[in-house]
């Protein structure tokens, strides 16, 4: 075992600090990227060391298996075998699978593995049928009443007060299914997860005799993230502590973002009131990023005052770049340049599995796994499903290509699309909750979108098209590997960090959400966005853009969350009217290059007015248009997925000599440049 001194040594004063602070109650307040885990570790291994904690009697619970696992880990190697590391629900599992016989008798219920089952059939019994999206929900909010300690004879009152929302049921309705629920559950036999801790905390609250066999194992008691607990593990820590004050718990007010799954910033924040006589601890010493990004996460919460709403960080690390603010004029801009900039990074020696792009919600990867794509960078989805994965996408594009085989169409391109999706229940108008439904919602929003940028690019654009489009974003969208950039939304980032993060997406109404309608919910935002800030080590780059579509209105403005990080007249709130590359300004172009007059949605990929004359050579273009065909019959595809005529049009305009020159092509990205250069480029020079 190693000496109880040298465990000290290599930390820093205040993570030292907390490892001789053996006796509870202590809290510890940790901010982002501070050695929390090395410091709890280290302090339950100097308390072995000292004599002063039996291994066997030290119980740590933290929240997911691997941080269980990485605990277990530290602890073995820093002599402290035999200390129980692990989740709520791991041990509350084990001990009421061991005292279930005792006090029900019969074996331990059969734990499901999905409420989905369960959910269906509570709602056929009230006569409702549900996809997916609602069943995915519906648990989530089953979920959230049980370890909220909320029955389904308040829930309607609670979740009102908590302004909670499930699709288009009312609160009345969604009570009703979680009795139909419990009902079917209980007849067969069955418990969920939540189930595990409720049964653990109902035996130690009926039965004496156990509850003190129980605390006579465990006397030492470490929580890890104590800022995600909610209200069922919070009665379950406390009957088994007993009234007893032996526990040291570690969080960040800061980093509480699981409000809809029960936790409360507020936890930590009164666990001072709680234990009487706690001592507090704060690490502040943010060994993960540079200084720059540290002040940019420091200053998110500079106009809070609550002292227990976290630490301000003080970075150890070098200076490095500044934090990078951009605003783009539409979402495929912003995507672009996202993947211009992770390309060059990757020249420049930062491995893509050292990069990561995150969001808020689901529905934002497409164009990014698209812009990725296109530029041949590898990527991996944490937390997210591939666009052209998921089930609703799937069911789309099947009936889309149904409706090409079947002959339909003829009309207006989008208004086909929105009849095809009808028929799955898709509505122009989002539904009003949050959750599986609206990323349902949104998914399916997006090909509508792609349907408009189809026709925006090529007005004669018909099912067909679309059809082939969506195969080709499919097949591009087939490159996840490994080593590759991670896309993740911002929940899923908390607990991992990256050389180089790219927070996008990040305009009101998505950050905070347009679902966030109190002050209670945009602090909530406000602690995901710092969140996704603190992922970053060396590069940070915070993007949103102005509009969602090329062609829309701009109204959208950068996240309120960035007012304490830049000056009201700061140049990155204005849209970007002249982005670096010469490729991204000729796709926002908006006045016509030959009269100057405002372009029409449909001419402004051409780059001027339908009716003003060319300002391109002519015969380039036709010898380019009669190669784009002959390319198109050899490759079995529509010519359009080879180059559109507006593309060629702007060739036969700049008249490329090298590719740099041909790069900066509107339509023209590094797969169509290493397939085409050298045709393109031949044909230029005649």
Not at 175 to 198: C, F, H, P, Q, W
Not at 322 to 334: I, L, M, N, R, S
Not at 358 to 380: C, D, K
Request: hydrophobic fraction near 40%; proline fraction near 5%.
């Amino acid at each position: 075992m190693p000496d109880a001194d040298d465990l000290l040594t290599g930390l820093d004063p205040e993570q030292a600090d907390v490892a001789r602070a053996l006796r509870g109650p202590v809290s510890v307040v940790a901010g982002a990227g501070t050695g929390k885990t090395r410091a709890i570790t280290h302090r339950i291994a100097y308390g072995v060391a000292t004599g002063v904690y039996k291994p066997t009697e030290v119980l740590a619970v933290t929240f997911t298996t691997r941080a269980a696992g990485e605990m277990r880990t530290r602890l073995r190697t820093l002599g402290a075998d035999g200390v129980q590391a692990r989740t709520f629900h791991s041990a509350a599992l084990r001990q009421a699978q061991y005292f279930w016989p005792h006090v029900y008798g019969g074996p331990f219920p059969e734990i499901v593995k999905s409420k989905f089952p369960l959910v269906a059939d509570a709602l056929r019994r009230l006569g409702r049928r549900g996809d997916t999206p609602l069943l995915r929900d519906l648990s989530s909010e089953i979920e959230w009443a049980k370890v909220s300690n909320i029955p389904p004879s308040t829930y309607a009152e609670r979740a009102a007060a908590a302004r909670r929302e499930v699709a288009d049921l009312d609160h009345d309705d969604v009570a009703n299914v979680l009795t139909a629920y419990e009902d079917v559950k209980r007849e067969r036999g069955r418990i969920d997860m939540e189930d595990i801790l409720l049964v653990t905390a109902a035996i130690l609250a009926d039965d004496e005799r156990i509850a003190a066999q129980v605390r006579s194992q465990y006397r030492w008691f470490v929580v890890d993230e104590f800022q995600d607990v909610n209200p069922l593990q919070s009665t379950l820590l406390d009957l088994w502590l007993g009234g007893r004050n032996d526990i040291c718990v570690v969080g960040d007010p800061r980093q509480t973002i699981y409000s809809f799954a029960g936790a409360s910033p507020q936890i930590l924040a009164s666990f001072a009131r709680k234990h009487e006589g706690a001592e507090r601890y704060e690490l502040v010493r943010n060994y993960r990023s540079t200084p720059q990004i540290v002040d940019a996460a420091n200053a998110v919460f500079s106009k809070v005052t609550d002292v227990n709403q976290g630490v301000r960080l003080q970075s150890q690390q070098e200076p490095g770049n500044p934090v990078t603010y951009a605003g783009f004029p539409d979402e495929q801009a912003e995507a672009a340049a996202v993947a211009s900039e992770i390309a060059l990074m990757n020249r420049r020696g930062v491995p893509f599995k050292e990069m990561a792009i995150l969001f808020r919600i689901n529905a934002q990867s497409e164009t990014f796994e698209e812009a990725l794509g296109e530029h041949g960078i590898p990527y991996v989805l944490r937390g997210v499903e591939g666009f052209f994965h998921r089930a609703e996408v799937r069911q789309a594009v099947a009936l889309l290509r149904g409706a090409a085989r079947g002959g339909e169409g003829g009309g207006e391109l989008v208004d086909e699309v929105r009849a095809v999706l009808s028929s799955m229940g898709h509505t122009d108008k989002p539904p009003s909750g949050a959750g599986a439904v609206r990323d349902r919602w949104e998914s399916l929003h997006a090909i509508v979108s792609m349907a408009a940028d189809l026709v925006e690019a090529d007005p004669a654009a018909d099912i067909d098209a679309l059809v082939a489009d969506l195969a080709r974003r499919a097949d591009q969208a087939h490159a996840p590997a490994a080593d590759g950039v991670t896309l993740a939304t911002l929940h899923s980032a908390k607990g991992l960090e990256w050389d180089a993060v790219f927070c996008v997406g990040m305009h009101e109404g998505m950050m905070p959400s347009v679902h966030a309608d109190t002050p209670v919910a945009i602090e909530e935002e406000r602690r995901l966005f710092y969140v996704g800030l603190t992922r970053a080590r060396n590069d940070l780059m915070i993007s949103w853009a102005t509009t969602r579509r090329r062609g829309g209105r701009g109204n959208r403005g950068p996240t309120r969350f960035l007012d304490t990080l830049l000056p009201s007249n700061h140049e990155a709130r204005q849209t970007t009217k002249q982005p670096r590359d010469r490729k991204v300004a000729l796709r926002s172009s908006k006045t016509c290059r030959v009269c100057n007059t405002v372009l029409a949605v449909a001419d402004r990929k051409l780059g001027r007015c339908a009716d003003c004359p060319p300002s391109y050579d002519e015969g380039l273009y036709e010898r380019l248009r009669a190669w784009r065909s002959t390319e198109a019959t050899q490759q079995a595809k529509p010519a359009y997925v080879i180059f559109t005529d507006a593309t060629l049009q702007s060739i036969a305009e700049v008249k490329p000599t090298n590719e740099a020159a041909l790069a900066a092509v509107p339509g023209i990205g590094p797969a169509k440049l290493e397939k085409y250069a050298e045709s393109v480029l031949a044909l230029v020079k005649g």
